[in-house]
């Protein structure tokens, strides 16, 4: 099975939510409780119980108004820097399926304490990881891995109905997205551009600038890593052969002195 990647182009979304629903329906998540906030995005962020979210942006540009949308999920980085985060605490709190690339939160992840769980949503540089606080699981978009590895689509892309979300071998969808992205620049569109895609496989295509559909449409530009973070995987090899608690203690000592 190849590498998987999934190709959102925003420019043929309408907003219909048809994704957001099949998503919840395939997971069997339970409902969130919504009202009326002033937009019709609802809920009105990510939850533990919806990895899904069609973000509204209303926007003025080159003098017109007009709505953005965007269909946020997990990234499924290259290199998941919430997995470098989680290993550092609890090792296979987070995977990462070797076939398709999927990036996935285990049932370990409920073992991360609150500050771990801090850091590991403080990794991401696109705010994706959420945890149920009953069960302390930490939750997001999986790919729908079962489907994939079935040989079917994800349920999003599946339920997608305006060719919005588009799913398949990663070289496949960067041909599709590179493609693409020349038809709509030929449109009238010169600041399309496709969205940190040579480092995650959740690939997107905007025609307007990116925090105009979502403060963190693309990565942050600092680094989503910690000192600490860093440290541990600086000397995680030599943790397994010196004693783990001896060198964390060092480095939880050089830290707190800073």
């Known amino acids: 099975m190849a590498d998987k990647s999934f190709f959102i182009d925003t420019t043929r979304c309408t907003a219909c939510r048809g994704c957001q629903v099949a998503c919840k329906q395939w997971n069997q998540l339970p409902a969130v409780p919504t009202h009326n906030w002033g937009s019709f995005q609802n809920p009105p ?106 040989g079917l689509v994800p349920a999003c892309v599946k339920a997608c109905c305006t060719g919005t979300l588009n799913f398949g071998d990663r070289t496949a969808m960067l041909e599709l997205a590179q493609k693409r992205l020349a038809e709509v620049k030929g449109k009238g569109h010169p600041k399309a551009q496709l969205l940190d895609a040579d480092t995650v496989r959740t690939i997107f295509l905007v025609t307007e600038e990116p925090k105009q559909y979502h403060p963190h449409a693309v990565a942050r530009v600092e680094p989503g890593i910690s000192r600490k973070l860093a440290l541990r995987k600086m000397f995680r090899p030599a943790i397994g052969l010196l004693g783990g608690a001896a060198l964390l203690g060092c480095l939880t000592d050089s830290t707190a002195k800073e």
Request: aromatic share 8%; charged share 30%.
């Open 45 to 150: 962020d990510l939850t533990p119980n919806n990895y899904k979210l069609v973000r509204f942006s209303e926007v003025v540009t080159d003098g017109k108004l007009k709505w953005l949308f965007f269909p946020d999920q997990c990234r499924h980085c290259l290199e998941p820097p919430c997995k470098d985060a989680a290993e550092g605490y609890v090792e296979g709190a987070v995977v990462r399926d070797e076939a398709t690339g999927a990036v996935i939160f285990t049932e370990k992840s409920k073992q991360l304490t609150d500050a771990a769980f801090k850091e590991v949503r403080e990794a991401c540089p696109y705010d994706i990881p959420r945890r149920n606080e009953a069960t302390k699981i930490m939750s997001k978009c999986t790919m729908c891995i079962e489907r994939v590895q079935n």
